[in-house]
């Protein structure tokens, strides 16, 4: 009897650790919110603005992980169309509200221990030769 009052709260316990949900091992915090310069704060860069329009703001930042890109934008729509366009390129996302970090596997998975954030991986070309 006593197995099956545990089973529903291991059950529980493992959803709130993340087990099973194919993310990393460790604890994500919830996804950060803020203007391109916040979240660059956030990671303890200095970002390099390359595009600042309306719709757009996109970043070169370096940390002691390494380079990546940080993008923020304006809607939730753009942003999306933004992912799914630059994913046929390849790459390694880590997608937040309005928000986009894009760069190498560590360093992306490096920044999810700060910003948050879902990770997404662009497409594999390693196949296509090269």
Do not use: I, N
Request: charged share 25%; hydrophobic share 40%; glycine share 14%.
């Amino acid at each position: 009897m006593r197995v099956t009052r545990l089973v529903p709260a291991v059950a529980v316990l493992l959803a709130l650790a993340g087990c099973g949900s194919g993310g990393d091992t460790g604890l994500v915090p919830p996804a950060a919110a803020g203007s391109l310069e916040e979240l660059a704060a956030e990671v303890k860069c200095v970002p390099d603005v390359q595009t600042d329009a309306d719709e757009l703001r996109q970043a070169v930042c370096r940390t002691a992980r390494g380079r990546f890109v940080l993008a923020t934008f304006a809607t939730d729509r753009g942003q999306r169309e933004w992912v799914d366009d630059a994913k046929d390129y390849g790459g390694h996302y880590l997608v937040g509200r309005k928000w986009v970090a894009v760069g190498d596997d560590g360093v992306v998975r490096a920044l999810r221990g700060t910003l948050g954030g879902e990770l997404e991986a662009g497409t594999d070309h390693r196949a296509h030769g090269g």
